[in-house]
């Protein structure tokens, strides 16, 4: 079956390229990635041609018997696999991490310590140890860096031109964090793990993906570039293409908070944030996910369940992050006030008290001289009238010194599976006894119109 493509209504250009050859083949997974990738503007014929490149290798080298083998001719395919890839300067990038399919397709030169750095790596070891040996000179060496996904989605590549169906496994992680992927294959009651990083057998069975679902995997990655970038037309399109097939707890709440607080009044949708923004809780009581609710309920003129949900926010937020809190206090001064928060908004405040915190945490580091803070600071400052109509101090006056509205008493509208960790936090003996009180969606508490 082809691989359908989406084309985004944003009317971005497509490449052109179909999910099938002019053969009528169906396109290898890599080359899927890259035709989504692609409209970052990071993609470029040698990374096509590479690819290409090793896919023939790999018709080459690994001769399955039929179209049902056995495990032990599974586990040498994969072995080949790993060796095509070293034999090509393949490496497991030493910090661990690569965004895209692209960064692991761009050739980087390793000079002095960064060389070192992937020598000592535990995962430099066998065949790829004896390419880097071999080809390393007074020069350096030219490597390609990839992590667990990209090296997997490499494995994906050369099995689909061979025949052979691999899928990309996961262990996410609880904390929302990075968490790790590796190889699978499956086929009539045989199962077998191939650990991308180590080049080798894997016990662990693991949870295999839909090459659907790593689709939406990649177009999650894609989001959080458009989302970097300051795209967020594209970024919410692309999470919303995204939850479609890898419904990612992380993708919920970026999305909600997009919906929620964009500055731009046509992307703002506060009945799908607060949908979205439950649904990534269902998956975690965080605070940061709770401070997404709470201005979903802003932004739909609920303020009572606002100031509720943010106040709990704050309970639950790690107090080593001043930054973290400053902008949770502020935003809860808003909804305590019946305004809901428009990032636009905050972002004149945030620069310079931004600015002016990092400027003491390096003195507090001894990385700067005592004499620089009131420069700086009065850099920073400079810059925020430079770079922004109103100053904090118009927003101070215009919004944090206006009286605070009363609010009915309720119960939080957090799911219910939220309620022994808001039982927890320390929170005010009235803000307990809400939680206990917890109804799954919550009815709205009477809404404050903006003044």
């Not at 490149?53 to 395919?77: F, H, M, W």
């Not at 140890?129 to 350096?140: E, F, M, V």
């Not at 939406?216 to 570039?225: D, S, T």
């Not at 010194?401 to 936090?425: D, F, M, N, W, Y």
Request: net charge negative; glycine share 6%; hydrophobic share 40%.
């Amino acid at each position: 079956m082809s691989v359908v493509l989406v084309l985004w209504s944003t009317g971005c250009q497509h490449s052109g390229r179909s999910a099938t050859t002019s053969r009528g083949a169906e396109r290898t997974f890599a080359h899927q990635i890259l035709d989504l990738e692609e409209e970052l503007g990071t993609v470029t014929p040698a990374m096509r041609e590479l690819v290409d490149a090793l896919e023939e290798e790999a018709r080459t080298r690994i001769k399955l018997p039929s179209s049902k083998p056995s495990r032990e001719q599974v586990l040498g395919a994969l072995q080949q696999m790993h060796d095509i890839l070293s034999s090509k300067g393949f490496m497991v990038a030493p910090t661990g991490y690569v965004e895209f399919l692209t960064e692991a397709l761009t050739p980087v030169e390793l000079i002095g310590a960064e060389l070192e750095s992937l020598k000592s790596s535990d995962y430099t070891q066998g065949a790829r140890r004896a390419w880097l040996t071999a080809q390393t000179n007074d020069d350096g060496v030219v490597v390609y860096l990839a992590d667990c996904d990209t090296l997997s989605f490499l494995y994906l590549t050369m099995g689909d031109a061979i025949g052979l169906p691999l899928s990309l496994a996961e262990r996410r992680s609880q904390d929302g964090g990075v968490g790790h992927n590796w190889v699978q294959w499956r086929q009539d009651g045989q199962h077998l793990s191939w650990e991308t990083l180590d080049g080798a057998k894997k016990g662990s069975k693991g949870t295999p993906q839909s090459r659907a679902a790593t689709r939406g995997y990649v177009r999650k990655l894609i989001a959080n570039e458009w989302r970097i970038r300051g795209n967020e037309h594209k970024a919410a399109q692309h999470y919303a293409h995204s939850l479609e097939d890898f419904p990612d707890p992380t993708s919920f709440d970026h999305l909600a908070w997009i919906l929620a607080t964009s500055p731009d009044p046509s992307i703002r949708d506060a009945h799908k944030a607060r949908a979205l923004a439950m649904s990534a809780l269902q998956e975690g009581c965080e605070y940061d996910r709770i401070g997404t609710l709470a201005a979903a309920h802003a932004a739909s003129g609920s303020f009572g369940n606002a100031v509720t949900l943010q106040t709990i926010a704050i309970a639950l937020a790690p107090e080593d992050s001043p930054l973290s809190l400053a902008g949770l206090k502020y935003r809860l001064a808003l909804y305590q006030r019946g305004i809901p928060f428009i990032r636009a908004r905050h972002g004149r405040e945030l620069d310079i008290r931004r600015c002016i915190w990092i400027t003491d945490e390096l003195l507090k580091q001894g990385t700067i001289a005592a004499s620089a803070p009131e420069n700086t600071r009065a850099s920073c400052a400079e810059l925020d009238d430079l770079h922004h109509q109103a100053s904090w101090r118009e927003i101070e006056a215009t919004v944090l010194q206006k009286e605070a509205i009363v609010l009915p008493a309720h119960g939080h509208p957090l799911p219910s599976s939220c309620t022994q960790v808001v039982r927890r936090a320390l929170v005010p003996a009235d803000m307990t006894t809400a939680a206990s009180e917890a109804t799954e969606v919550g009815a709205d508490s009477p809404s404050v119109p903006p003044p």
